[in-house]
């Protein structure tokens, strides 16, 4: 909740923000999936045993997850430009800052349904003891949770669930700046296929001044990138996220991602000279007024075909 | 010799999510994956509608490395819900092999 900090966010309320950490987990996620790639088909993983045991008394995770602050820092400005997103289209929210808990979008995908169940009853109770009616959500994997599955698990569920994108574009907020540059976007499998979040961002997007180059593979027909079995396969992960970056970079050198996962998998993967940001930060630029321009963004597009036809490589 | 388990047949048909009996094992499933695993999902579901146990937990890394990304359902011409269906295959293994869960 170090993001929300200054920011004057009232707690709770009938309409609330809610990350589900997923953001904010991030860099530890990274640093464990690399630290775990290291070791993948080598045989300290026979010893692993031992460190399930020995994790009972000291937490060794907790080293194999250790981040940089800077790293911490960009994800939080990611949250802090949403919120600012939010307020400049005249949206009234709280947030339940400490009490927000984790949705359990990982135990439900890897089906480990009982704790699941326990931990989307505990959600549930949450938003119902602070009286919580409407659900902004961040990421897809939180929306999806929200919006789609808890319904099929809990009997007394009745939250109105928006991911902030969605309720941006039902706002269409004036934009401040033109932003006039070229973007890939690389959709998300969840919003696509999951939860038809597909015009909104483009929406947003054009709005503010953006060619969109959409990869052959995009919109409901999107490639995964990888993440979700980076913790179990992380070498396969990285193939699937080469795969993708290669796709993306095919049709750009600015690519724009809009959940979390999707965004640390492509940086991971990415080719020399791609720059890889959330979609919120080319958003808060257009339609917040005093915001900056994304550091560094390509105001021309500039494509790998292209600079190869240029040099006569390709026809 | 394979060997059909009716136990592991009721379990699935009990979990009342797993269904697969629409396949048509057309095989654009198997086209599409992005894991590029030429096992999922169509031959797994055989396994699981004939009730052959053994060789579904010969394949437990197949299954927990579905990247449950939707391109294959979505694009299912027999509507089969690929994705529940292998949440289903990775709840039972994680009562049946790894204790996870009450069984």
Same mark, same amino acid.
């Given at each position: 909740m170090a993001w929300a900090r200054g920011l004057d966010i009232p707690f709770g309320g009938e309409t609330v923000l809610y990350t589900g950490h997923m953001y904010q987990l991030i860099p530890s996620i990274t640093t464990m999936a690399t630290s775990l790639e290291r070791f993948e088909n080598s045989w300290i993983t026979r010893f692993f045993a031992i460190?399930?045991?020995?994790?009972?008394?000291?937490?060794?995770?907790?080293?194999m997850a250790l981040t940089h602050q800077p790293e911490k820092r960009a994800y939080n400005?990611?949250?802090r430009n949403i919120t600012r997103l939010l307020r400049a289209s005249g949206v009234d929210f709280g947030y339940l800052f400490a009490e927000e808990l984790y949705s359990g979008a990982l135990l439900h995908d890897q089906g480990v349904d009982e704790v699941f169940t326990t931990q989307a009853r505990r959600v549930s109770a949450l938003l119902q003891k602070n009286g919580v009616r409407q659900v902004i959500t961040v990421d897809p994997h939180t929306t999806n949770m929200f919006r789609s599955v808890y319904r099929t698990v809990l009997n007394e569920y009745?939250?109105?669930?928006?991911?902030?994108?969605?309720?941006?574009?039902?706002?269409?907020?004036?934009?401040?700046?033109?932003?006039?540059?070229?973007?890939?976007?690389?959709?998300?499998c969840i919003y696509a296929r999951y939860e038809e979040v597909v015009d909104q961002p483009r929406e947003l997007l054009r709005k503010a001044g953006v060619r969109i180059h959409d990869p052959e593979l995009s919109g409901r027909l999107t490639h995964c990138c990888g993440g979700p079995i980076? $913790?179990?396969?992380?070498?396969? =992960?990285?193939?699937?996220?080469?795969? +993708?970056?290669?796709?993306? *970079?095919?049709?750009?050198? /600015?690519?724009?991602?809009?959940?979390?996962?999707c965004m640390a998998n492509i940086k991971r993967a990415s080719i020399r000279g791609l720059k890889?940001?959330?979609? $919120?930060?080319?958003?808060?630029? =257009?339609?917040?007024?005093?915001?900056? +321009?994304?550091?560094?963004? *390509?105001?021309?597009?500039? /494509?790998?075909?292209n600079q190869f036809r240029e040099r006569g490589l390709v026809s | 010799m394979m060997k059909v388990n009716p136990d592991f047949l009721e379990a699935t048909k009990l979990a009342d999510r797993f269904n697969a009996s629409a396949c048509i094992n057309c095989g654009s499933c198997t086209a599409l994956c992005p894991m590029g695993i030429n096992l999922l999902p169509r031959r797994l579901f055989r396994y699981v509608l004939m009730g052959l146990e053994r060789k579904v937990l010969e394949n437990i890394p197949s299954i927990y490395s579905c990247l449950l990304c939707k391109m294959c359902e979505d694009n299912c011409p027999a509507e089969v819900p690929i994705v529940e269906n292998i949440r289903v295959l990775r709840t039972y293994v994680n009562k049946k092999w790894y204790g996870l869960e009450r069984s």
């Amino acid at each position: 909740m170090a993001w929300a900090r200054g920011l004057d966010i009232p707690f709770g309320g009938e309409t609330v923000l809610y990350t589900g950490h997923m953001y904010q987990l991030i860099p530890s996620i990274t640093t464990m999936a690399t630290s775990l790639e290291r070791f993948e088909n080598s045989w300290i993983t026979r010893f692993f045993a031992i460190g399930r045991v020995l994790n009972r008394a000291i937490n060794i995770s907790r080293f194999m997850a250790l981040t940089h602050q800077p790293e911490k820092r960009a994800y939080n400005t990611i949250l802090r430009n949403i919120t600012r997103l939010l307020r400049a289209s005249g949206v009234d929210f709280g947030y339940l800052f400490a009490e927000e808990l984790y949705s359990g979008a990982l135990l439900h995908d890897q089906g480990v349904d009982e704790v699941f169940t326990t931990q989307a009853r505990r959600v549930s109770a949450l938003l119902q003891k602070n009286g919580v009616r409407q659900v902004i959500t961040v990421d897809p994997h939180t929306t999806n949770m929200f919006r789609s599955v808890y319904r099929t698990v809990l009997n007394e569920y009745r939250v109105e669930v928006k991911s902030y994108l969605e309720l941006l574009a039902e706002r269409d907020p004036d934009c401040v700046r033109q932003l006039d540059l070229d973007l890939v976007i690389h959709d998300s499998c969840i919003y696509a296929r999951y939860e038809e979040v597909v015009d909104q961002p483009r929406e947003l997007l054009r709005k503010a001044g953006v060619r969109i180059h959409d990869p052959e593979l995009s919109g409901r027909l999107t490639h995964c990138c990888g993440g979700p079995i980076e $913790s179990l396969f992380p070498g396969k =992960a990285q193939e699937i996220a080469n795969k +993708r970056t290669e796709q993306l *970079a095919d049709c750009g050198d /600015s690519v724009t991602t809009m959940c979390p996962i999707c965004m640390a998998n492509i940086k991971r993967a990415s080719i020399r000279g791609l720059k890889v940001r959330d979609i $919120s930060e080319y958003l808060v630029a =257009a339609y917040c007024p005093g915001a900056s +321009r994304p550091q560094g963004y *390509a105001r021309n597009h500039s /494509s790998r075909k292209n600079q190869f036809r240029e040099r006569g490589l390709v026809s | 010799m394979m060997k059909v388990n009716p136990d592991f047949l009721e379990a699935t048909k009990l979990a009342d999510r797993f269904n697969a009996s629409a396949c048509i094992n057309c095989g654009s499933c198997t086209a599409l994956c992005p894991m590029g695993i030429n096992l999922l999902p169509r031959r797994l579901f055989r396994y699981v509608l004939m009730g052959l146990e053994r060789k579904v937990l010969e394949n437990i890394p197949s299954i927990y490395s579905c990247l449950l990304c939707k391109m294959c359902e979505d694009n299912c011409p027999a509507e089969v819900p690929i994705v529940e269906n292998i949440r289903v295959l990775r709840t039972y293994v994680n009562k049946k092999w790894y204790g996870l869960e009450r069984s």
